[in-house]
């Protein structure tokens, strides 16, 4: 094989176009390995309630630990488990594992687990939150789903059908990154998403640009009126969290109050929360 030069690139044999579709081919027969290897692994970032400071809850973010390329972010491969169909399978895992990582959190700490389009459209998907409630034990009401807006790109009426039927199981829905997407309202008329999230984009404004503030607080109010919880994604900054406190935001996440951790440093978390909520009581 030709040396990784510049010259290789413009190989008339290799075609770039050959060589990114082996990359992605390579990708998928890696992650095929990785979930019956048990490479994947779930982080937890805390989502911290405004009223009371203490831990509301965690999101469960994959991770992948690759073999020889150490780990791999989800930016990168979801898109290709997406494409391949495996995303179908890796949520199954992703669902299972973060159902039994909550059994050992204390009754109020909810879940909340990402879903792709395409797994949400997957027959499978009410079976397998059915089976992962019942195996973990926890109450339906802990656990959350959240998707994007690109969920209702198209067939709205089958997704709302879809999103009712999943509803009677009794656990939540958030609707991510918000205000990113193909925004429209008419669908948070049509159904009643328990949270939105405000995409970090907003956030990361918030107390520079009057702009996105004012935006945030569109969305904040918007929310409240609808009867639905809000949590600001990203939150890096005192000075972000301050404005997001005056403008009535429920909960946040981000850097500033924690990373993504390990389910190990997530219990360290939760030991650290009830010491705060019993040093309050005293
Ligand atoms: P998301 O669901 O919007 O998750 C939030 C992302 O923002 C996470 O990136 C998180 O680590 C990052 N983040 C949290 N706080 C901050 C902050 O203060 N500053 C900055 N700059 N970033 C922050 P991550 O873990 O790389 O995940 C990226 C995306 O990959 C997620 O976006 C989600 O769309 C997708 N994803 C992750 N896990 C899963 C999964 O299990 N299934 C599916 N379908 N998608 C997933
Ligand atoms: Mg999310
Ligand atoms: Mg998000
Ligand atoms: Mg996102």
Known sequence: RAK???????????????????????????????????????????????????????????RWHHPTRGLVSPVEFIPVAEDTGLIIQIGEWVIHEACRQAKSWPAHMRVAVNVSPLQFRSPGLKGVIVQAL????????????????????????????LLH???????????????????????LRSFPFDKIKIDRSFVTGIASEQNAAAIVRAIVDLATALGMETTAEGVELESQMAELRAQGCG??????YSRPVSAEQAALLITADAQDARREAA
Not at 135 to 155: A, D, Q
Not at 251 to 256: E, P, V, Y
């Open 165 to 187: 039927s999943l509803r009677a199981l009794g656990i939540r829905f958030a609707l991510d990154d918000f205000g990113t997407g193909y925004s429209s309202l008419s669908y």
């Open 4 to 62: 990784q030069d510049g010259r290789s690139t413009f190989c008339f044999f290799e075609p770039a176009l050959d060589a990114a579709a082996r990359a992605r081919r390579q990708l998928e027969l890696d992650m095929r390995e990785a979930l019956s290897e048990g490479q994947f692994r779930l982080d937890f970032q805390p989502v911290l309630c405004l009223k009371n400071d203490r831990i509301s809850g965690f999101e469960a973010l994959l």
């Open 251 to 256: 909960t946040i996440q981000g850097f500033l």
């Open 134 to 161: 019942a195996y973990s034990g926890i109450e339906p009401h802990r656990l959350e789903i959240e998707m994007t807006e690109s969920i209702f790109l198209e067939n709205t009426d089958d997704t709302l059908a």
